[in-house]
Nanobody
């Protein structure tokens, strides 16, 4: 069974950096687009960044120039490098991936990792 396992969250001061990782386990046949979303308390989940199978990236306006998404195809892993963090970046961060498995294609989510930025 394919799972997405996230790591790298934590507490950091404003202006600091964190790197999130999300690895797909369970030997997926192939992985299409991968992305990161976040959900702050009392707010809807929002898209942060995506990266296609071909490596094209896109970002929310609020993180452009500060966050960088990348992926390691050999390790089935997506990363989110977060620099110049702001208190408003505080949220639970979730990774998402479109994955082809034995039963077909599906959208998978990680369990979420907390990022807290103190002022």
């Amino acid at each position: 069974q394919v799972q997405l396992v996230e790591s790298g969250g934590g507490l950091v001061q404003a202006g600091g950096s964190l790197r999130l990782s999300c690895a797909a386990s369970g030997s997926p046949f192939s992985i299409n687009a991968m992305g990161w979303y976040r959900q702050a308390p009392g707010k809807q989940r929002e898209l942060v960044a995506t990266i296609t199978r071909g490596g094209s990236t896109s970002y929310a306006d609020s993180v452009k120039g500060r966050f960088t998404i990348s992926r390691d195809y050999a390790r089935n892993t997506v990363y989110l490098q977060m620099n110049s963090l702001k208190p408003e970046d505080t949220a639970v961060y979730y990774c998402n991936a479109g994955i082809l498995v034995v039963g077909g294609f599906g959208s998978y989510w990680g369990q979420g990792t907390q990022v807290t930025v103190s002022s």
